[in-house]
């Protein structure tokens, strides 16, 4: 019994029409001598136009064109067999003396074509809504009628009239059904019209060669087209007219499925730069670390430390920099062309450093080739605006033309005249559909021609011999590229030559394996495999790569349907994830989720997807995965985890009522399991979410929980961001020396344990501590080493934290020429990653820094783009501030009063202290340049009560000038007020605290 498969066939169904009427008036021997003769005629007329008969019911006869050998133009072959007949029918009815018509009904779809039946009786048959549908259709049709499907007509144009007839509801089908009924034979009529062929487009890419190559500069390039357009072909070409003019060339090809590794751009892309340029041990030792590990290289384990600690993002913008870095390298001795295929399958990562690389080009002799296709567009607008300085030319490939489509028939075969012509016609400029036609003739198919890539792959494949039909079936399911051992693994057959099929140009030879000669062939074949066919040979693909390859094993057993699937992308992620591939990892963790269908695995897997996403900074997906992980009816720690992933993401939306509900809920179930961590991890949330309230108290609380637990748990991560929590605490509260010991503990513990992601920010923090001590230049020289650390794991945000530390102490030192510099880096820095709440922070000290240097109109502008972003991201953070400043840059307008009015009404809204600190100090500042000495002593008389409990130096500094400058209004005379505040202007110069004093 022939093995089942899934092809489209075309099914025909011819009656004879009136027999039994007819039967019943004649001799039954001379009816069954017609009923013969009528069979004997329309069945050697079906096998003569390619199809084979699947049975005779009664006076039918039901036939198939397409199964078991394709030949392409099934659909057209079936109609042209039915005009036959009905064509023959009146030399038969001459011939018995009666009056005979036939009644034809065809429809094409998918079916199962397979050996049915028992071990008594079995024969080749279809099963499929296309042969209902053709015998309604023959029901329907009147004596010398053909009445078609839609899908029919869509292969007859040019062929044949066709006329429409009504839509008709059609038992077994759920809509009504349109029903065409064919027409006379009008031979190839279809119009042709020429299009411009590849010659333009090879002196474009010859010109930008040559520029590039003249002028020391790259381009890049990408070519679009619709698949089998000849976007490789051209890449190919590319690459021969490169070699001429001294260039060197890489290929890379992103792969939808299968491949393994072979599917990442990145890794791709480093071993062949690696081998090219002979090593990576040029690049600075982070870069070389991230280069090793896409190489698959051990990293040293101090570098490792330092890997381990980069943040998501700024790994990938470190691994793409690196990737250019390593690319320009290999350019400087040699031109290079870098050829990248498919890159509508690249994941969001890919294209970033596409952008990157693109970015990089305009300044090395490179020339980047892209080929995509044209839905989906990857290159789209947002993609182009990320540019900076590169620009993409952009190649749009049209079918070719007739004169070239002859030119490919005379160099595939000089002789098949007609057939070429044919070919030529159905191929409507594709060129892979051409060359396949083509082949598919020379293969040995007999007959004309296919127009449907479908079709003229199954007609190829019809024609091989079984061992090799069999392999590129198995093939098929590895992928579009596969590794040879895997391919003769999977055939049990070690001895396998694969020779024949790369003369036939089916496949092509890679580095380790083959390659579909296009993705089409591959899904061609892939879609004739029955389901079960499928499932099994993908199970034993995921036996093959379950200890070499997680994400292949997940994969193949997905498409297994396999119910193990979900959990083998479970442990994919984790994989994933342990080698910083978060983007993949989430993906693969959402993949299994959706297949998850046990309550427990639906929990572990949405539990995991919805880590994975807050590590990448994607909390609407990764709240959705964990209220899923909530609603699977979640127990004990499960649920715990889900809750605090959930307050996780309330934090990040803002909504901190929520979050701390939810934290009120896990956390009891954190204390029943006895889990530390978690009671830790939850407790440091909390105290996260009273520092955004501004609840001191409540924050101080949370944070000296979380220690505890810490410590119970020995945890060195918890313990340094419990200390690093406890000193937030204290800043909030305006307690600087203490909040310095806390932060300093984090200091240390992250310094002995190598959690060097946690030591830039705290580092910072330390410094900014340094500024209640008039401690400025300490606090300076900390911000440094803090920026050293962030710069070493290429952690951006802490890079910005600490130029916006820096810019906040020059500010408080009044140092503002010195502070403009880090002032205007912070702020573009925030700008760029998205921290707007420092982009404000840092506007406003650029802004007074304007001032400061005489430039008033952009002090006004810079003031006014502060406010904004304060009051988008929330303005009580350092609103107060902010205002306080606007009204010394505007001077004395009523605009400037009212910046103070409502700084004062932000203070009485918040209990941060630097809002309070700050905001006294510039309104002293502006009480002063007006001088309303009275609002100055109220200002600090103000500033005195707020630190009565815990004095700081650099706020008594600001109370005593203040104060004896407002005296000293009153009594210009008193030597004793001038004296002090001589004294105190000089210890204000021997920090460098650069205040005026006006006498």
């Given at each position: 019994?022939?093995?089942?498969?899934?092809?489209?066939?075309?099914?025909?169904?011819?009656?004879?029409?009136?027999?039994?009427?007819?039967?019943?008036?004649?001799?039954?021997?001379?009816?069954?001598?017609?009923?013969?003769?009528?069979?004997?005629?329309?069945?050697?007329?079906?096998?003569?136009c390619?199809?084979?008969?699947?049975?005779?019911?009664?006076?039918?006869?039901?036939?198939?064109?397409?199964?078991?050998?394709?030949?392409?133009?099934?659909?057209r072959?079936?109609?042209?067999?039915?005009?036959?007949?009905?064509?023959?029918?009146?030399?038969?009815?001459?011939?018995?003396?009666?009056?005979?018509?036939?009644?034809?009904?065809?429809?094409?779809?998918?079916?199962?074509?397979?050996?049915?039946?028992?071990?008594?009786?079995?024969?080749?048959?279809?099963?499929?809504?296309a042969?209902?549908?053709?015998?309604?259709?023959?029901?329907?049709?009147?004596?010398?009628?053909?009445?078609?499907?839609?899908?029919?007509?869509?292969?007859?144009?040019?062929?044949?009239?066709?006329?429409?007839?009504?839509?008709?509801?059609?038992?077994?089908?759920?809509?009504?059904?349109?029903?065409?009924?064919?027409?006379?034979?009008?031979?190839?009529?279809?119009?042709?019209k020429?299009?411009?062929?590849?010659?333009?487009?090879?002196?474009?890419?010859?010109?930008?060669?040559?520029?590039?190559?003249?002028?020391?500069?790259?381009?890049?390039?990408?070519?679009?087209?619709?698949?089998?357009?000849?976007?490789?072909?051209?890449?190919?070409?590319?690459?021969?007219?490169?070699?001429?003019?001294?260039f060197?060339?890489?290929?890379?090809?992103?792969?939808?499925?299968?491949?393994?590794?072979?599917?990442?751009?990145?890794?791709?892309?480093?071993?062949?730069?690696?081998?090219?340029?002979?090593?990576i041990?040029?690049?600075?030792?982070?870069?070389?670390?991230?280069?090793?590990?896409?190489l698959?290289?051990?990293?040293?384990?101090?570098?490792?430390?330092?890997?381990?600690?980069?943040?998501?993002?700024?790994?990938?913008?470190?691994?793409?920099?690196?990737?250019?870095?390593?690319?320009?390298?290999?350019?400087?001795?040699?031109?290079?062309?870098?050829?990248?295929?498919?890159?509508?399958?690249?994941?969001?990562?890919g294209?970033?450093?596409?952008?990157?690389?693109?970015d990089?080009?305009?300044?090395?002799?490179?020339?980047?080739?892209?080929?995509?296709?044209?839905?989906?567009?990857?290159?789209?607008?947002?993609?182009?605006?990320?540019?900076r300085?590169?620009?993409?030319?952009?190649?749009?490939?049209?079918?070719?033309?007739?004169?070239?489509?002859?030119?490919?028939?005379?160099?595939?075969?000089?002789?098949?005249?007609?057939?070429?012509?044919?070919?030529?016609?159905?191929?409507?400029?594709?060129?892979?559909?051409?060359?396949?036609?083509?082949?598919?003739?020379?293969?040995?198919?007999?007959?004309?021609?296919?127009?449907?890539?479908?079709?003229?792959?199954?007609?190829?494949?019809?024609?091989?011999?079984?061992?090799?039909?069999?392999?590129?079936?198995?093939?098929?399911?590895?992928?579009?590229?596969?590794?040879?051992?895997?391919?003769?693994?999977?055939?049990?057959?070690?001895?396998?030559?694969?020779?024949?099929?790369?003369?036939?140009?089916?496949?092509?030879?890679?580095?380790?394996?083959?390659?579909?000669?296009?993705?089409?062939?591959?899904?061609?074949?892939?879609?004739?495999?029955?389901?079960?066919?499928?499932?099994?040979?993908?199970?034993?693909?995921?036996?093959?790569?379950?200890?070499?390859?997680?994400?292949?094993?997940?994969?193949?057993?997905?498409?297994?349907?396999?119910?193990?699937?979900?959990?083998?992308?479970?442990?994919?992620?984790?994989?994933?994830?342990?080698?910083?591939h978060l983007?993949?990892?989430?993906?693969?963790?959402?993949?299994?989720?959706?297949?998850?269908?046990?309550?427990?695995?639906?929990?572990?897997?949405?539990?995991?997807?919805?880590?994975?996403?807050l590590?990448?900074?994607?909390?609407?997906?990764?709240?959705?995965?964990?209220?899923?992980?909530?609603?699977?009816?979640?127990a004990?720690?499960?649920?715990?985890?889900?809750?605090?992933?959930?307050?996780?993401?309330?934090?990040?939306?803002?909504?901190?009522?929520?979050?701390?509900?939810r934290?009120?809920?896990?956390?009891?179930?954190?204390?029943?399991?006895?889990?530390?961590?978690?009671?830790?991890?939850?407790?440091?949330?909390?105290?996260n979410?009273?520092?955004?309230?501004?609840?001191?108290?409540?924050?101080?609380?949370?944070?000296?929980?979380?220690?505890?637990?810490?410590?119970?748990?020995?945890?060195?991560?918890?313990?340094?961001?419990?200390?690093s929590?406890?000193?937030?605490?204290?800043?909030?509260?305006?307690?600087?020396?203490?909040?310095?010991?806390?932060?300093?503990?984090?200091?240390?513990?992250?310094?002995?344990?190598?959690l060097?992601?946690?030591?830039?920010?705290?580092?910072?923090?330390?410094?900014?501590?340094?500024?209640?001590?008039?401690?400025?230049?300490?606090?300076?020289?900390?911000?440094?080493?803090?920026?050293?650390?962030?710069?070493?794991?290429?952690?951006?945000?802490?890079?910005?934290?600490?130029?916006?530390?820096?810019?906040?102490?020059?500010?408080?030192?009044?140092?503002?020429?010195?502070?403009?510099g880090?002032?205007?880096?912070?702020?573009?820095?925030a700008?760029?990653?998205?921290?707007?709440?420092?982009?404000?922070?840092?506007?406003?000290?650029?802004?007074?820094?304007?001032?400061?240097?005489?430039?008033?109109?952009?002090?006004?502008?810079?003031?006014?783009?502060?406010?904004?972003?304060?009051?988008?991201?929330?303005?009580?953070?350092?609103?107060?501030?902010?205002?306080?400043?606007?009204?010394?840059?505007?001077?004395?307008?009523?605009?400037?009063?009212?910046?103070?009015?409502?700084?004062?009404?932000l203070?009485?809204?918040?209990?941060?202290?630097?809002?309070?600190?700050?905001?006294?100090?510039?309104?002293?500042?502006?009480?002063?340049?007006?001088g309303?000495?009275?609002?100055?002593?109220?200002?600090?008389?103000?500033?005195?009560?707020?630190?009565?409990?815990?004095?700081?130096?650099?706020?008594?500094?600001?109370?005593?000038?203040?104060?004896?400058l407002?005296?000293?209004?009153?009594?210009?005379?008193?030597?004793?007020?001038?004296?002090?505040?001589?004294?105190?202007?000089?210890?204000?110069?021997?920090?460098?605290?650069?205040?005026?004093?006006?006498?």
């Amino acid at each position: 019994m022939m093995g089942a498969e899934r092809r489209p066939v075309s099914v025909m169904f011819v009656d004879l029409a009136g027999y039994t009427a007819l039967a019943g008036k004649v001799d039954p021997e001379e009816a069954h001598a017609l009923l013969a003769r009528f069979f004997a005629l329309a069945d050697d007329i079906i096998v003569q136009c390619g199809g084979r008969i699947d049975k005779h019911i009664g006076d039918n006869v039901m036939a198939l064109f397409g199964a078991p050998t394709a030949h392409g133009d099934d659909p057209r072959r079936a109609v042209s067999a039915a005009q036959a007949i009905h064509a023959a029918m009146p030399a038969l009815a001459a011939n018995t003396g009666q009056d005979l018509a036939v009644h034809i009904g065809i429809a094409v779809g998918e079916v199962l074509a397979s050996g049915l039946g028992s071990s008594a009786h079995s024969s080749y048959t279809v099963i499929g809504s296309a042969v209902n549908l053709a015998a309604r259709l023959m029901a329907l049709a009147k004596p010398g009628e053909t009445l078609v499907s839609a899908e029919i007509v869509r292969h007859l144009d040019g062929y044949y009239t066709v006329e429409e007839r009504s839509a008709q509801s059609i038992k077994g089908m759920d809509v009504p059904v349109d029903i065409y009924r064919v027409g006379d034979a009008i031979g190839n009529a279809r119009e042709w019209k020429p299009i411009v062929g590849r010659r333009a487009e090879l002196r474009q890419i010859s010109a930008l060669l040559d520029a590039g190559k003249a002028d020391n500069a790259g381009n890049a390039l990408l070519v679009r087209g619709v698949p089998g357009i000849g976007k490789s072909h051209l890449a190919e070409e590319a690459a021969r007219l490169a070699r001429q003019r001294g260039f060197r060339s890489i290929c890379i090809r992103i792969l939808d499925f299968g491949g393994g590794a072979e599917r990442d751009l990145h890794r791709q892309l480093a071993r062949a730069l690696a081998s090219m340029t002979g090593g990576i041990d040029h690049l600075e030792p982070l870069s070389r670390a991230l280069f090793a590990a896409l190489l698959g290289e051990a990293v040293e384990p101090v570098l490792q430390q330092r890997v381990d600690a980069i943040g998501h993002m700024a790994r990938h913008a470190m691994r793409a920099a690196a990737l250019a870095d390593m690319l320009a390298h290999a350019a400087s001795k040699q031109p290079l062309l870098l050829v990248i295929e498919d890159i509508h399958w690249a994941d969001p990562n890919g294209l970033s450093t596409l952008a990157v690389l693109a970015d990089r080009v305009p300044n090395m002799p490179i020339m980047l080739l892209m080929t995509s296709r044209l839905d989906p567009d990857p290159i789209d607008a947002a993609w182009r605006a990320s540019l900076r300085q590169g620009h993409v030319v952009t190649i749009d490939l049209a079918p070719i033309s007739e004169r070239e489509a002859q030119e490919m028939s005379q160099q595939i075969a000089a002789d098949l005249g007609q057939f070429a012509e044919e070919c030529i016609a159905r191929a409507e400029g594709n060129p892979l559909f051409l060359e396949q036609l083509l082949r598919s003739r020379l293969s040995g198919e007999p007959g004309a021609l296919p127009d449907s890539l479908q079709n003229v792959v199954l007609a190829r494949l019809d024609q091989l011999p079984e061992g090799e039909r069999v392999a590129l079936q198995v093939a098929s399911v590895l992928g579009q590229q596969f590794n040879a051992a895997d391919l003769t693994a999977m055939l049990d057959q070690p001895d396998f030559d694969a020779g024949p099929m790369l003369r036939r140009q089916l496949l092509r030879p890679v580095p380790d394996g083959y390659l579909f000669a296009h993705a089409l062939i591959r899904d061609g074949i892939y879609s004739a495999l029955t389901r079960e066919r499928r499932r099994g040979l993908h199970r034993k693909a995921a036996a093959l790569y379950a200890d070499k390859d997680p994400i292949l094993h997940a994969e193949h057993l997905d498409r297994a349907e396999a119910p193990e699937a979900a959990l083998a992308y479970h442990r994919a992620a984790i994989s994933e994830a342990t080698q910083h591939h978060l983007d993949r990892a989430a993906r693969l963790a959402g993949r299994g989720l959706e297949l998850a269908r046990k309550v427990d695995e639906r929990c572990q897997l949405a539990l995991s997807s919805g880590r994975r996403h807050l590590d990448i900074g994607n909390a609407p997906a990764a709240r959705i995965a964990f209220q899923i992980a909530l609603d699977a009816d979640a127990a004990g720690i499960d649920r715990c985890r889900a809750l605090i992933g959930l307050a996780a993401c309330d934090r990040q939306s803002g909504d901190i009522a929520t979050a701390l509900d939810r934290l009120a809920m896990a956390e009891p179930i954190a204390i029943t399991v006895g889990d530390m961590v978690l009671l830790a991890e939850i407790n440091y949330l909390r105290g996260n979410l009273h520092f955004a309230r501004g609840a001191g108290e409540d924050c101080l609380e949370a944070h000296s929980a979380a220690l505890a637990a810490a410590k119970a748990a020995n945890e060195p991560e918890w313990l340094a961001r419990a200390e690093s929590g406890l000193g937030d605490a204290y800043y909030l509260q305006g307690r600087y020396p203490l909040a310095l010991e806390h932060f300093r503990a984090c200091v240390d513990i992250a310094e002995t344990f190598g959690l060097l992601r946690i030591l830039p920010t705290n580092r910072c923090m330390v410094g900014n501590c340094q500024v209640f001590q008039c401690r400025f230049d300490d606090g300076l020289k900390e911000i440094h080493q803090a920026r050293q650390s962030a710069l070493l794991i290429g952690d951006r945000f802490g890079d910005m934290f600490g130029l916006e530390s820096a810019a906040f102490i020059l500010m408080a030192a009044r140092r503002w020429r010195d502070a403009a510099g880090p002032a205007e880096a912070a702020c573009h820095l925030a700008a760029e990653i998205g921290a707007r709440r420092y982009e404000s922070i840092t506007a406003i000290i650029l802004a007074m820094s304007r001032k400061a240097a005489g430039d008033d109109h952009s002090a006004i502008e810079l003031s006014t783009r502060a406010l904004r972003i304060a009051e988008e991201t929330g303005i009580g953070f350092a609103g107060a501030l902010i205002e306080a400043i606007r009204a010394n840059i505007l001077g004395d307008v009523p605009e400037a009063r009212q910046a103070i009015e409502r700084g004062e009404t932000l203070l009485r809204q918040t209990s941060m202290a630097h809002s309070h600190i700050f905001f006294r100090e510039f309104a002293i500042d502006w009480s002063m340049a007006r001088g309303d000495w009275p609002q100055v002593e109220r200002y600090a008389g103000d500033l005195a009560q707020f630190t009565a409990a815990e004095p700081l130096p650099y706020v008594e500094m600001i109370i005593d000038r203040a104060r004896l400058l407002a005296r000293l209004q009153r009594d210009q005379e008193n030597a004793s007020l001038k004296q002090q505040i001589a004294n105190l202007s000089a210890q204000a110069r021997a920090v460098d605290f650069r205040l005026s004093f006006p006498v």
